[in-house]
């Protein structure tokens, strides 16, 4: 959905350094802003609040409309021992949708025998809200995205049987990358995200 990134006024220290002091902007729908500036100015510390990852001492961040998401690349890839097709499910919400689809549908199953008329209803409830959730993060055609974004960042399909922790700084970043890709989110904010890749990534 369209959504509007808004900072008003905010600032923020680290130690007895003010790091961003009084600052305000302002993302449209659509638009691409980059941040340009030597290393330790804050430009990692404005989009983790942009992020809502770290709170301001003052000011404020909003987005309109409050149901917007925002998405995160940083600058330091994770480095899990999980697969790499198994963070992508984790980091574009699909593997927790799954979860919380397939809880619901147990539960919808099981008030089908022997549940009363509003503990089905509450089930039914459970089970769209969990489906529409699911369909929403695109869950029903993740891993047919996931070859073709894995495709247009030159990710070799064995990559994603690979542990992530076993991947080069290249790799990595393009795993990064995919997962922003695969996702679904109204704002995107991307720290340095072609660090360690190559020609092809680029």
Same mark, same amino acid.
């Given at each position: 959905m369209p959504a509007t990134l808004t %900072?008003? /006024?905010?600032?923020?220290?680290?130690?007895a350094r003010r790091v961003l002091d009084h600052v305000d902007l302002v993302v449209p729908p659509g638009a691409r802003l980059g941040v340009v500036g030597p290393n330790g100015v804050g430009k990692t510390t404005l989009l983790a609040v942009a992020a809502c990852a770290v709170t301001p001492e003052r000011g404020t961040v909003r987005l309109a409309p409050p149901t917007?998401?925002?998405?995160? %690349?940083?600058?330091?890839?994770?480095?899990? &021992?999980?697969?790499?097709?198994?963070?992508?499910?984790?980091?574009? &919400?699909?593997?927790?949708?799954?979860?919380?689809? /397939?809880? *619901?549908?147990?539960?919808l199953a099981g008030t089908a025998a022997h549940a009363d008329a509003a503990e089905a209803a509450d089930a039914a409830d459970r089970y769209d809200v969990a489906l529409q959730r699911w369909l929403a993060l695109g869950a029903a055609d993740l891993h047919s995205r996931i070859g073709q974004v894995a495709d247009e960042l030159g990710? @070799?399909?064995?990559?994603?049987?690979?542990?992530v922790a076993?991947?080069? &700084?290249?790799? *990595?970043?393009?795993? &990064? %990358?995919? *997962?922003?890709?695969? @996702?679904?989110?109204?704002?995107?904010? %991307?720290?340095?995200?072609t660090n360690d890749l190559d020609l092809d990534g680029l």
């Open positions: %900072l008003q /006024d905010v600032s923020v220290s680290r130690a917007a998401t925002v998405g995160w %690349l940083h600058q330091e890839p994770e480095r899990t &021992g999980e697969l790499v097709r198994d963070l992508l499910d984790r980091r574009t &919400g699909v593997a927790a949708a799954q979860a919380e689809l /397939d809880a *619901a549908t147990e539960a990710m @070799s399909a064995r990559l994603l049987d690979q542990p076993s991947l080069s &700084g290249g790799e *990595a970043a393009r795993v &990064g %990358l995919a *997962a922003l890709m695969l @996702s679904r989110f109204d704002v995107y904010l %991307l720290d340095e995200p």
